[in-house]
């Protein structure tokens, strides 16, 4: 999972990145587009770790 983790990090990084230094709207559209992808891997990551953390408090003896 730490491997994903690190992907969609590196997605938002070049995301914020372009963003920064952008010169039209077509360019600007995409950037956005990877930064809202790599929320979504972060939000399924995040759902899914907090999955397990719950499933470890209320199911192992």
């Known amino acids: 999972m730490e491997k994903w983790l690190k992907l969609a990090m590196e997605i ?3 995301a ?5 230094y952008v010169n039209n709207v077509y360019d600007k559209e995409r950037y956005e587009r990877l ?8 939000n399924i ?4 770790m907090l999955m397990v953390y719950a499933k470890y408090l209320f199911c192992v003896m």
Do not use: P, V
């Not at 914020?16 to 920064?20: T, V």
């Not at 930064?35 to 972060?42: K, L, N």
């Not at 990551?45 to 899914?48: F, L």
């Open 35 to 42: 930064r809202d992808i790599s929320a979504e891997m972060i």
């Open 12 to 14: 938002q990084s070049l």
């Open 16 to 20: 914020q990145n372009g963003l920064e």
């Open 45 to 48: 990551i995040n759902q899914y």
